[in-house]
């Protein structure tokens, strides 16, 4: 596993409640061919960006390491300051 793939994993509550982007996450990764159709409209049909957030962590953990290190960097882009503050947390615990 690599630490990118940490990063997504140990941060997994904090990422639920914390990313407001989360369409604009999804779409990205759509676009690259990461989700598909189906499980884009259930992430779309969420009432809540936690909801959306859940929906998305089942694509996550299904599409593998991959598919976490693309949101990864996905993250990165669009959410800088969440990304700075959760990596200040897992980089502790190295």
Request: glycine content about 6%; hydrophobic content about 40%; aromatic content about 10%.
């Amino acid at each position: 596993m690599s630490l990118k793939t940490e990063f997504v994993d140990g941060n997994y509550a904090a990422l639920i409640q914390r990313v407001t982007l989360v369409m604009a996450i999804a779409d990205e990764l759509k676009n690259k061919g990461m989700i598909h159709d189906e499980k884009y409209s259930e992430i779309r049909a969420e009432q809540t960006n936690q909801g959306k957030m859940r929906k998305l962590f089942e694509v996550l953990n299904s599409g593998g390491n991959r598919v976490k290190k693309a949101f990864y960097y996905v993250l990165r882009n669009h959410e800088p300051a969440l990304f700075r503050n959760l990596g200040k947390r897992i980089y502790s615990w190295c």
